[in-house]
Each structure stands twice: as structure tokens, then as C-alpha cells.
């Protein structure tokens, strides 16, 4: 077996498939993160992003397929596989009748030998030194989501796995979360995989982005460098089908884009050579009232409303 | 790391309120039979079996007798009641919170985990009989004034006996010993169970029924010839030390079977829990 090293893959998954029942929960997943990758996974609910996340963990046995964490398969070497993986869970469940610091002296003990000084410095890293000797059951649910990171944290990981990480936090909760993971991620060259259904956290942490839709991997890539975000302009004009007819012929833009937000305002996508200001100019100068132009800025949202799109047209097709 | 995960067991068996239900239900229980027999009728009823098989009333109706009473009578079903309770929560409850997910984030095996948590019930059942045992001497020697000689009847049993202060001391020690040896079948099929997909109450309520059924069909005079076929009938083996001469090759059998049966309740919940997938 060859050892690992810093060009071992963090996360690799080849030909990934689970059943429950009759039904599948993941199809054959093909995913490799390199380290020091931020990705986000995403999907609805029900995609498969836990059921996969649980088969890295070794919490969920593949019924095929072989997975490598740092390295090392998980379901048969399990200690080094997982001994530098930090791992959050949507609801972070903790022993209620025990202090944060018995919590995490406890779960420490599960990876190994820990000294007081790291726990000190993950308790402080997270915020939590003035409440870790109080009990875990008068936490507030932003603080068992610190104290989820803080155990997350301990092993040092080399992959950090979250899962849902901003769930039921306020604001300045998610903020904090997305700050902390940045600074690790810039600081110790940290690999995260951050499933989640906040859209925007993934958008501002992650440029890969990996997205599953009923078991299947429909996409895998950096979302900001895609068809539907890329050459796309807003704009409010009056006569707006004659305005994109002119400027159709005029071969400044390709054709509506698919998707418009609201009725004033409507996406184009752009020609190759097309500018906006020269879109701009064309669509006045031919009389025209553009009341406002501007290329769009790529969000996550339209890529990941498109695939699901074209994730129900799916089956419809089949049909036909 | 096995000595020190086992630690964290005991730690959070200690803090979880529910570990002592056992503990406090003895201790009143005890109080009140102490309380019940010091009225007149039953002992009177102690005094006439005494006096029938001409043994003293004031040296044997003392402190090690009423310890023995109140063990014989209120530990086999109570006593499997909270081990029963504890064996069947210390899996299940950490699945239904959700706190076994986060366990296994963690690079421990999963049968590491089960052999540290069957350790600590273990540990807990031994803590449970000793406690039952010491405190149940020392308040029923409070209360008469003495430790006393010891005598025990127990008809159906077939015993009979009646043994000096420190004769009786030993015997008290080494049956309790038994008693709790005994007890971990229930631990081990409580445990069995807490380990499959079920709440923690289905583990207990299963792991009683079963109990509770196997002592009814044992005490069925129709099946008083096969009482070896029913585990409580080996579970009571601990009584068996008080005859003059125990019946030892029995007694090892009896042991044997414990053995074996735990063990078999172990590996079962093993097998079960090490192919479980674990989600929310």
C-alpha cells in the first residue's frame, strides 16, 4: 500500500453506491477533493449529501464502491483514515448532563492522546473559554454549534466535514462560523467540505462546488465559471421584445437568458464580442428607454435553480 | 485509550440522573421494609419459623437475617428493572440523541466502543448489588442492633440454614458477589437489545419481558423438572451458597451458563450495532 502524503487526495470516492430499501440513495458517485479545497456540497433534501458524507464517516456502510479519506479507506483502517477529520452534524448533540469541557475531554479521548493545552486552545479559538465549565444543557443552540466546532477541531484535522455547520445560528452566528472556517482554512491550509442549504454561506466560501440530486452528481466544478452565470446582462428597457429583437440583429445578444427575477427586469445573454456599454449605446441610439443595464454578477442561486430544473425535466423526457 | 474511554463511560453513567433511579429506589425500599417488619404480625410470622426449628429469636432475627429478606425478596425483579434500564439506554439513548453520530466521527472502532460501554454496565450492575448488599446489612443492623447470626429459609429452594456471625459474614459477602455475577445476563440482554434499531425503552421493556417471562414459565409446576432449561433458574444461583454444603457442580454450570449466554447477548448486539448504518 503506497503511503499517503501531502498528494494523496483528502477525499476520494470512486463508484460510491447506497441503497435504503428500495431506494437509492446514492448512484454510483464518482468525487475527488484535493487538499486544501473549500467545496460545497449541495442538493436538496433527500440528494444524498449526509448518506455520502455518513459512508466517509464510516457511520453508513457503501453497499459498493471505495472511498479514501487522507489516504486511507475508512471502513478498514478506520483509525488513520479518520484521525485527522473533523466532523459537524446539523444538530449538534452533546451530553446535556456534562460540562463542554467534560464533552470535549470526552470525545477527545476517542482520537487519541490530547493534552489540556490544545483543548485550551480550541476552546479559545471558538470563543467558548468563559462557558466551557458550564453545562452543555444550558447552551444555547449557537453555542453547542461552537462546541460542535470545537471538537471538530481538536484531532488538528487536515479535513474538516460540515455538515449543515450554520444551521438554526442567527446571523451573526453564521457569520462568525463562515469567518472561523476562512481564517482555518487561510491559516493551516485546511480541506472543508460544507454541505449546506444556505446557498449564500456556500457562495462566499466556495468556489468548487459539488451539486446531487436524487443520489446522482449533476455538478462539479466552480459555479462562478459556468454557462449560466457567464455573458449574462440585466435590463429594464420599455418595448423589451423589440429591444431584444434589435439587439439580436444587431448580434450584440444571443437570445433571452432562462432565468428573469421579476417582469421589469429581464437577462440576456450577451454575443461573444458584445459589451454592455456597447449595448448600451446601440439599444439608445436606436430610442430605446433603458432604464437600467448591467452584467450580472454569477450567483449560486441560478446555477443551482437551473440544475434543478433541468433535474425535473429529467424524468419528464424519459417519459416522452 | 481503552482505560481512558472507559473512564469518560463511567463518568457519564455517574452523571446521568437516570444511572441512580436504581440506587435511590433500593434505598427507600429498604427503609420501608425495615419499617414493615417491625410491626407486630410479621414478626410475629419470623419468630414462629424461629421457634419452630428451635433456633433462637433475639440471635437470629438480627441484621444479617433481615438483609438476606430483603434482598431475596425485592432484588430479583427490582434488581433486573434498573440494570435492565441502564443496559438498555447506554447504546439506544446515544443514538436517539444523536450523540453516537458524533461518536463516530471519531477514529474508534465500533466494537471498541460496545466493549468499553458493556464494561462500564457491568461495573454499574456490580455497583448496584454491592450497594444494595452493604447498605441493606448495615440499616437492617442499625435497626435490630446487630449483625446477629444468619438464617435463611427459603422453601422452594430447598434451604434451610443458620450460620454464626463471621460464617454467615463470608457467605453474605460471597453470595452477594454471585448475585451480581448473576445479574449481568439481564445487563448483557438489555444491552443486546439497546443495540439493535430501538428506543432505549423498547430495550428495557423487551429485556424484562423476557425475564419476567422466563421466571413465570420456570415457577409453572408442570416445568419444575426442566428448571435448568430457564436462565433465572441459573441467575438464582447465588442462593444456592448459603447450603451447608453447596451444590458446586451445579453452581459452576450455572456460572457456565451466565457466561454464556452473556456473552452470546454481547456478541449478537455486537454484530448487529458493527453493521448498523447510523443517519439522522
Keep these: 500500500m503506497a503511503t499517503p502524503n501531502s498528494a494523496t487526495p483528502a477525499l476520494s470516492i470512486r463508484g460510491l453506491r447506497k441503497r435504503f430499501g428500495k431506494r437509492d440513495a446514492v448512484h454510483p458517485l464518482d468525487l475527488t477533493i484535493q487538499r486544501g479545497e473549500i467545496v460545497g456540497l449541495l442538493g436538496h433534501n433527500g440528494a444524498g449529501k449526509s448518506t455520502t458524507l455518513g459512508c466517509v464517516l464510516g457511520q453508513v456502510f457503501a453497499d459498493a464502491g471505495r472511498i479514501e479519506v487522507l489516504g486511507h479507506d475508512p471502513a478498514t483502517d478506520r483509525r488513520r483514515a479518520l484521525q485527522r477529520v473533523g466532523a459537524i452534524f446539523e444538530t449538534p448533540c452533546f451530553y446535556g448532563y456534562l460540562t463542554g469541557m467534560q464533552n470535549l475531554t470526552a470525545l477527545a479521548a476517542m482520537s487519541g492522546p490530547l493534552d489540556d493545552d490544545r483543548i485550551a486552545a480550541v476552546v479559545d479559538r471558538v470563543g467558548m473559554t468563559d462557558r466551557i465549565h458550564d453545562r452543555v444543557a444550558a447552551y444555547s443552540h449557537g453555542m453547542r454549534q461552537r462546541l460542535a466546532l470545537a471538537q471538530a477541531l481538536l484531532p488538528e484535522p487536515e479535513l474538516l466535514i460540515l455538515d449543515e455547520p450554520s444551521?438554526?445560528?442567527d446571523p451573526a452566528g453564521i457569520v462568525e462560523i463562515r469567518q472561523l472556517v476562512r481564517e482555518l482554512h487561510a491559516a493551516d491550509g485546511l480541506t472543508v467540505v460544507f454541505a449546506s442549504h444556505l446557498l449564500g454561506e456556500v457562495e462566499q466560501l466556495c468556489d468548487?462546488?459539488?451539486?446531487?440530486?436524487?443520489?446522482?452528481?449533476?455538478?462539479?466544478?466552480?459555479?462562478?465559471?459556468?454557462?449560466?452565470?457567464r455573458g449574462i446582462v440585466e435590463i429594464e428597457v420599455d418595448r423589451h421584445d423589440d429591444a431584444l429583437r434589435c439587439a439580436i440583429d444587431l448580434a450584440l445578444v444571443v437570445g433571452p437568458a432562462p432565468t428573469s427575477r421579476d417582469a421589469a427586469t429581464h437577462r440576456w445573454r450577451l454575443a461573444e464580442d458584445a459589451t454592455v456599454s456597447e449595448l448600451n449605446a446601440r439599444?439608445?441610439?436606436?430610442?430605446?428607454?433603458?432604464?437600467?443595464?448591467?452584467l450580472l454578477r454569477p450567483q449560486l442561486e441560478d446555477l443551482y435553480l437551473s440544475l434543478r430544473e433541468s433535474a425535473h425535466e429529467r424524468p419528464a423526457e424519459a417519459a416522452a | 485509550m481503552i482505560a481512558r474511554l472507559f473512564a469518560h463511560e463511567m463518568r457519564k453513567l455517574v452523571a446521568r440522573k437516570r444511572s441512580w433511579i436504581g440506587f435511590a429506589a433500593f434505598f427507600a425500599l429498604q427503609i420501608a421494609i425495615l419499617a414493615l417488619l417491625q410491626l407486630p404480625k410479621p414478626k410475629r410470622e419470623i419468630g414462629r419459623i424461629l421457634e419452630q426449628n428451635a433456633l433462637g429469636f433475639d440471635d437470629h432475627y438480627m441484621g444479617m437475617t433481615l438483609a438476606i429478606v430483603i434482598i431475596a425478596f425485592t432484588?430479583?425483579?427490582?434488581?433486573a428493572l434498573y440494570v435492565a434500564l441502564v443496559g438498555?439506554?447506554?447504546?439506544?439513548?446515544?443514538?436517539?440523541?444523536g450523540t453516537m453520530r458524533m461518536i463516530l466521527s471519531r477514529p474508534i472502532r465500533r466494537l471498541e466502543l460496545l466493549g468499553v460501554k458493556f464494561a462500564a454496565v457491568c461495573v454499574y450492575t456490580f455497583a448496584l448489588v454491592v450497594f444494595l448488599g452493604v447498605v441493606?446489612?448495615?440499616?437492617?443492623s442499625a435497626y435490630r442492633g446487630g449483625l446477629g447470626k444468619l438464617f435463611i429459609f427459603l422453601p422452594d429452594e430447598g434451604l434451610f440454614a443458620s450460620y454464626d456471625t463471621w460464617e454467615g459474614l463470608w457467605r453474605y459477602a460471597r453470595s452477594m458477589i454471585c448475585l451480581a455475577y448473576g445479574t449481568l445476563t439481564v445487563a448483557a440482554m438489555a444491552f443486546?437489545?439497546?443495540c439493535f434499531p430501538m428506543k432505549p425503552v423498547s430495550a428495557t421493556v423487551l429485556t424484562l419481558s423476557l425475564f419476567v417471562a422466563d421466571v413465570i414459565l420456570r415457577n409453572l409446576p408442570y416445568f419444575r423438572s426442566i428448571q435448568e432449561w430457564f436462565i433465572s433458574h441459573h441467575i438464582g444461583f447465588w442462593v444456592r451458597t448459603y447450603h451447608e454444603y453447596p451444590p458446586w457442580h451445579e453452581i459452576v454450570v450455572s456460572m457456565g451458563v451466565i457466561a454464556a449466554v452473556s456473552a452470546t447477548a454481547f456478541a449478537i448486539g455486537a454484530a448487529r450495532f458493527c453493521t448498523r448504518d447510523l443517519k439522522s
Design chain 1, 283 to 294: 439599444l439608445i441610439a436606436a430610442e430605446f428607454s433603458v432604464a437600467r443595464i448591467g
Design chain 2, 75 to 79: 432484588f430479583t425483579l427490582l434488581g
Design chain 2, 136 to 140: 441493606a446489612l448495615i440499616f437492617a
Design chain 2, 88 to 97: 438498555g439506554d447506554i447504546v439506544a439513548k446515544e443514538v436517539e440523541e
Design chain 1, 208 to 229: 468548487r462546488v459539488v451539486v446531487m440530486d436524487h443520489g446522482c452528481k449533476v455538478f462539479d466544478g466552480n459555479w462562478r465559471d459556468t454557462p449560466t452565470s
Design chain 2, 192 to 194: 443486546m437489545f439497546s
Design chain 1, 167 to 169: 444551521d438554526g445560528l
